[in-house]
């Protein structure tokens, strides 16, 4: 079974569906801190004047975990959210009824970042036709060190070969994985041009960009044209 673990984001880039679309479980890394002005409450959209991010506000302190950071709803930012999406793809020719449907979601007002961040995720996947089983790193009883843990996790949910985002290669030990008997592998992102509003194509946007412009076809251009990097083969029986 190969298993890719990763923080959740917010309305992530095709290549976070694409990681997911890789393997046959992915889990949610969100008992870990949480990290103010990452990807975890914020991605970019395109517009006509450029690039945009749409921001979550989330209440945190040093120590609050992923799944604890609360969001804050006295700003209005669904609002703003809905109408910068609104106007920059108001001429896209599959906003609707994907957008009505993303709204819908902001409007339950999750409590978490992660509680609407895994939700708006599972959605996409439903959109992209991803299969791949979801479950949340709390609720694997594992614990350790940012270079044990992932490894121990494996070890939990029956992995064969894990897939790691290429951010993890700095405290990934590939003779850790050797001894546990887990294939490892990096994640490769190399993607071709789909149909976009705005000028120039720009690559690193929320996938919402790509249903929106593409709509049923997105699937097609999903899909990275480079073969991860393989460290240690999987063992097969």
Known sequence: MRVAMSQSNYIPWRGY?????????????DDVNYSHRTW???????TATGLVWLSV?????????????????EGRWID????????AYREAPF??????E???LLERRFETISQLNVAVCRWLMGK??????????SEVKATGDKYDRPIRILREVGATAYVSGPTARPYTDVDKFRAAGIGLEFKSYGYGEYPQLHGAFASAVSVLDLLFNTGPCAREHLKSKLPNEVLVEAVTS
């Open 40 to 46: 975890r409450n914020r991605n970019k959209v395109k």
């Open 128 to 137: 992209l036709g991803i299969a791949t089983r979801t479950m949340m790193s």
């Open 17 to 29: 569906f694409d990681f997911i679309d890789d393997v046959d479980l992915f889990i949610f890394y």
């Open 95 to 100: 906003l609707q009824p994907c957008l009505a």
């Open 57 to 73: 506000p989330v209440i945190h302190g040093r120590d609050t975990l992923i799944q604890e950071a609360r969001i804050s709803y």
């Open 80 to 87: 703003k959210h809905v109408r910068q999406l609104s106007f």
């Open 102 to 104: 993303f709204v819908a």
